[in-house]
């Protein structure tokens, strides 16, 4: 069954949800501040099912970043979700000119969406370096 699949610009309201998937996923939770104007939030029937954010450089990459899915959701409309946010995030990065699009991901269901849409593995191991300052 072909499921009512939609994508929206994410909301200050969407946090709250973030929140409750981060803490149910055991996952840091990044703060407001930190989050990319360019945010998604892809619903099914309604049932908000996953976000993420585009982040636009000052060149001609782009990242996609803190990509989560909302675990009480289906697998079915976990996957239908992500397919819809990594082709509508390809095509907004092709019409703003991106030649590069990059995401780090160690969950494999994320890993099997994005290759679909053709994302390539550099390789296994790689370590996130970061710093708050």
Known sequence: MDLKVIIDCFRPEDYEDIKVWC??????????????ETGFIVKVREEKIMAGWFY???????????????????????HQALDLFF????????ECGIKNLFAVADDNGIIERMQKQNFNVSNNKVFILGRSL
């Open 87 to 94: 082709e509508t995030t390809v095509n907004y990065a092709k």
């Open 23 to 36: 803490e149910k996923r055991s996952c840091p939770l990044i703060s407001t501040e930190s989050l990319s």
């Open 56 to 78: 636009h450089t000052n060149s001609n990459i782009a990242w996609l970043e803190f990509v989560i899915t909302n675990p009480d959701s289906s697998s079915e409309n976990r």
